[in-house]
């Protein structure tokens, strides 16, 4: 059972590149979401998607796109990178729910913006 | 707006008990929950409170007092592997179950 799989681990962009971060999860979660984390701001929700087909805005959405075609998987798609986004980003899923107030995180994708 | 407010830094001894205070503003969730991350690792879910009162798991504590905007999470009988950063968060009501965080507060603990 691996849980949240998050990938890459570590990504250097140049400014105004594009890529998608990807997060797969295994445990069957309705409940999907990312957060960037940077020194001192915890963690902000950016995009969050309740089921397949359904997807919100968190916090800090902007330059930042989701889908969610499928149960499992959730990419958080960076349009055109900036220095700004160099943060730590992380993939977090739950249950509905009894267990919804449980957030199970990926390892973490580091993204330097250059 | 939502927000939740903690202590950036505690500092604590080992052996001793320490309390992270969140305080929050927010229009209306389904519990408080407590997360533990350490240096660069992932966060961990700890504790979870729905309803008002202490909820007991081992060494870890975890309080809310929603009439007074309020949580706290107690460590006791503190451990150097304690040192991290703890997280407290909650579920909204509105946003469609949106998890918003606070900021974090950074424990230090010293021999």
């Known amino acids: 059972n691996a849980g949240v799989t998050q990938t890459p681990k570590f990504q250097v962009l140049k400014t105004g590149q594009s890529m998608t971060l990807q997060c797969a999860q295994d445990?069957?979660?309705?409940?999907m979401s990312w957060y960037r984390q940077d020194p001192g701001m915890g963690l902000r929700l950016i995009h969050y998607?309740?089921?397949?087909?359904?997807?919100d805005q968190g916090e800090v959405p902007n330059g930042y796109n989701v889908s969610r075609s499928t149960t499992e998987d959730f990419p958080l798609r960076l349009l055109s990178a900036a220095p700004s986004q160099t943060s730590v980003y992380f993939c977090?899923?739950?249950?509905?729910?009894?267990?919804?107030?449980?957030?199970?995180f990926g390892a973490g994708s580091r993204l330097t913006v250059l | 707006g939502q927000s939740l407010e903690q202590p950036s830094e505690v500092t604590a001894v080992e052996g001793a008990i320490v309390q992270i205070n969140c305080t929050y503003q927010t229009s209306g969730f389904y519990g408080l929950s407590w997360y533990q991350q350490h240096d660069g690792g992932a966060p961990t879910f700890l504790s979870y409170?729905?309803?008002?009162g202490l909820e007991e798991t081992g060494r870890f504590s975890s309080f809310l007092s929603r009439s007074d905007s309020y949580g706290y999470l107690l460590l006791q009988e503190l451990q150097m592997k304690d040192s991290a950063s703890y997280f407290c968060a909650v579920r909204l009501y509105s946003s469609a179950s949106k998890i918003i965080f606070g900021s974090g507060t950074r424990l230090s603990i010293r021999p």
């Open positions: 998607s309740v089921g397949a087909g359904i997807t």
């Open positions: 445990m069957n979660h309705e409940y």
């Open positions: 409170n729905a309803l008002d």
């Open positions: 977090a899923s739950s249950p509905t729910g009894r267990g919804a107030n449980v957030l199970t």
